[in-house]
């Protein structure tokens, strides 16, 4: 059969040459041969359109994609997903191809504010949110919002952290309709005040955890000149501790006495204190009256050093684009991850993944092909 030229559109062409190529995939080595055609006209040869490849590359899409998927899972290095990669019978590949591959698909993926318009997760509505920042880069951070009741992050970006672009995260956030009913930061008013401005009305707690380094960073000054720490340093702090992890309102509001009243609080040295205490008290105080509200930001704290574990030295970023490259897939892939050893509190989440937990129908689903659209 004639083909048409691919340069001149003759159709004065004849038979030239056989060509043999071979593809690489999961099963194995496959050879494969392709007619060559000679125009007459051009007096050139030519491969028909059918028959041109895309890629000069013998590795086939499905072996990108298990490379990319081992990185990810295992948190192991690209050498390492390289030997395991030979262990299927897959040779000739090295750690900077495998690179290459993972950054490309990563820049395919979508983000996760696409993934949860597309499968529309139904969250908790009681929120944690804080940044984190990258390695590599001098001012960019990942800004992350964590649904406290699926542990599912239904947004992500890349910026600076600042009031603008925690406005537009939550604007994501609004753009999803996700109902946020509680708010736990680590004190930063940008986080408050862009979610005030997008939500208006909503409980807010201040994260206990980051309160106590802040009031102790006020007494460094006073006991460092000490060779230890005075038992009054002492007391103050775990007065604030045991006011702060309070089982009750109760029971919490007998240590807040202790620290308005306590004679030896009432010093110079813990004025300063006192004052960053009372001033945060109506920030620290609402989670004693709504258990569902948390009095920390650990869960996200935790999030965020889970981050930081599958982030290898070959991926400290050049550029924000890698940078959110390289979070959205990680995000995708915690997205799917089932849980495998809770806490007792939380046993019913094992065995669950946080877009389970969110009430989507993950079973059959490839966690890199939903990303990739496919």
Same mark, same amino acid.
């Given at each position: 059969?004639?083909?048409?030229?691919?340069?001149?559109?003759?159709?004065?062409?004849?038979?030239?040459?056989?060509?043999?190529?071979?593809?690489?995939?999961?099963?194995?080595?496959?050879?494969?041969?392709?007619?060559?055609?000679?125009?007459?006209?051009?007096?050139?040869?030519?491969?028909?359109?059918?028959?041109?490849?895309?890629?000069?590359?013998?590795?086939?899409?499905?072996?990108?994609?298990?490379?990319?998927?081992?990185?990810?899972?295992?948190?192991?290095? &690209?050498?390492?997903?390289?030997?395991?990669?030979?262990?299927?019978?897959?040779?000739?590949?090295?750690?900077?191809?495998?690179?290459?591959?993972?950054?490309?698909?990563?820049?395919?993926?979508?983000?996760?504010? @696409?993934?949860?318009?597309?499968?529309?997760?139904?969250?908790?509505?009681?929120?944690?949110?804080?940044?984190?920042?990258?390695?590599?880069?001098?001012?960019?951070?990942?800004?992350?919002?964590?649904?406290?009741?699926?542990?599912?992050?239904?947004?992500?970006?890349?910026?600076?952290?600042?009031?603008?672009?925690?406005?537009?995260?939550?604007?994501?956030?609004?753009?999803?309709?996700?109902?946020?009913?509680?708010? @736990?930061?680590?004190?930063?008013?940008?986080?408050?005040?862009?979610?005030?401005?997008?939500?208006?009305?909503?409980? &807010?707690?201040?994260?206990?955890?980051?309160?106590?380094?802040?009031?102790?960073?006020?007494?460094?000054?006073?006991?460092?000149?000490?060779?230890?720490?005075?038992?009054?340093?002492?007391?103050?702090?775990?007065? &604030?501790?045991?006011?702060?992890?309070?089982?009750?309102?109760?029971?919490?509001?007998?240590?807040?006495?202790?620290?308005?009243?306590?004679?030896?609080?009432?010093?110079?040295?813990?004025?300063?204190?006192?004052?960053?205490?009372?001033?945060?008290?109506?920030?620290?105080?609402?989670?004693?009256?709504?258990?569902?509200?948390?009095?920390? @930001?650990?869960?996200?704290?935790?999030?965020?050093?889970?981050?930081?574990?599958?982030?290898?030295?070959?991926?400290?970023?050049?550029?924000?684009? @890698?940078?959110?490259?390289?979070?959205?897939?990680?995000?995708?892939?915690?997205?799917?991850?089932?849980?495998?050893?809770?806490?007792?509190? &939380?046993?019913?989440?094992?065995?669950?993944?946080?877009?389970?937990?969110?009430?989507?129908?993950?079973?059959?689903?490839?966690?890199?092909?939903?990303?990739?659209?496919?």
């Amino acid at each position: 059969m004639e083909k048409a030229c691919i340069r001149c559109g003759s159709l004065h062409v004849r038979r030239h040459d056989m060509r043999a190529y071979k593809e690489i995939d999961m099963t194995g080595v496959h050879w494969k041969a392709y007619q060559r055609w000679w125009c007459v006209d051009c007096r050139r040869a030519f491969i028909p359109e059918r028959h041109q490849r895309a890629d000069a590359s013998p590795f086939r899409q499905e072996v990108r994609e298990k490379a990319t998927i081992l990185y990810v899972e295992t948190g192991a290095s &690209y050498r390492a997903v390289v030997r395991e990669l030979e262990r299927y019978g897959i040779y000739g590949l090295d750690a900077k191809k495998v690179w290459t591959w993972v950054q490309a698909l990563a820049h395919d993926c979508s983000d996760p504010f @696409t993934i949860s318009q597309r499968l529309k997760p139904c969250w908790s509505g009681w929120l944690q949110v804080d940044g984190d920042r990258l390695p590599g880069l001098d001012d960019q951070s990942v800004l992350a919002p964590f649904d406290v009741g699926t542990r599912d992050i239904p947004c992500a970006i890349v910026a600076r952290e600042s009031y603008a672009n925690y406005l537009r995260l939550f604007e994501q956030l609004k753009a999803l309709n996700y109902p946020l009913k509680g708010l @736990t930061t680590d004190g930063d008013i940008a986080i408050f005040q862009a979610a005030k401005a997008v939500y208006g009305k909503f409980l &807010y707690q201040r994260c206990r955890v980051h309160l106590d380094r802040n009031l102790d960073d006020a007494l460094r000054p006073y006991y460092t000149k000490f060779s230890k720490i005075p038992e009054e340093y002492e007391r103050f702090s775990k007065a &604030y501790t045991s006011f702060a992890c309070a089982k009750n309102w109760k029971e919490a509001r007998t240590w807040l006495r202790f620290l308005l009243y306590y004679p030896t609080f009432s010093r110079p040295q813990f004025q300063g204190a006192k004052d960053i205490f009372l001033r945060a008290l109506p920030q620290i105080v609402p989670a004693f009256f709504e258990p569902h509200l948390s009095r920390s @930001t650990n869960l996200v704290e935790n999030f965020f050093r889970f981050i930081d574990r599958r982030i290898t030295p070959m991926d400290r970023f050049q550029g924000e684009d @890698t940078a959110q490259a390289m979070v959205k897939l990680i995000l995708l892939w915690y997205r799917f991850h089932k849980f495998t050893n809770p806490s007792k509190p &939380y046993w019913y989440m094992k065995g669950k993944s946080p877009l389970q937990l969110a009430g989507v129908k993950t079973s059959g689903l490839n966690w890199l092909k939903v990303g990739l659209g496919k």
